[in-house]
Nanobody, 114 residues
Framework: VQLQASGGGLVQAGEPLRLSCVGTGSNFNVYTVGWYRQAPGSERELVASINSNGGTYIRDPVKGRFTISRDKTTNSVYLDMDSLKPEDTAVYFC?????????WGQGTQVTVSS
């Protein structure tokens, strides 16, 4: 399975943004997929994940602001981010959860200005 993240950009604090992850491979929809982020000087962290049945996990700092969803018809997983804060600035990646090696890609940069 391969995954490609997109949708990042520069936004002001309080604005929303939607990230998209498109997967390839006939069995993509059986995987739990996660959105991860890595801020400069920090470890990569799991932000949210969704399993094949639609069950979700949202990390506490973004709970209530971020929503993860998936569309099995298009092999897509979305991360809807509302009320963005400067501390959400990071490169965002999608990968399976647990992550597969060598599947990180370049990610998509999200920059939130204050």
């Amino acid at each position: 399975v391969q995954l490609q993240a997109s949708g990042g950009g520069l936004v002001q604090a309080g604005e929303p943004l939607r990230l998209s992850c498109v997967g390839t491979g006939s069995n993509f929809n059986v995987y739990t997929v996660g959105w991860y982020r890595q801020a400069p000087g920090s470890e990569r962290e799991l932000v949210a994940s969704i399993n094949s049945n639609g069950g979700t996990y949202i990390r506490d700092p973004v709970k209530g602001r971020f929503t993860i969803s998936r569309d099995k018809t298009t092999n897509s997983v979305y991360l809807d981010m509302d009320s963005l804060k400067p501390e959400d600035t990071a490169v965002y990646f999608c990968n399976t959860n647990p992550p597969l090696p060598n599947r990180w890609g370049q990610g998509t940069q999200v920059t939130v200005s204050s």
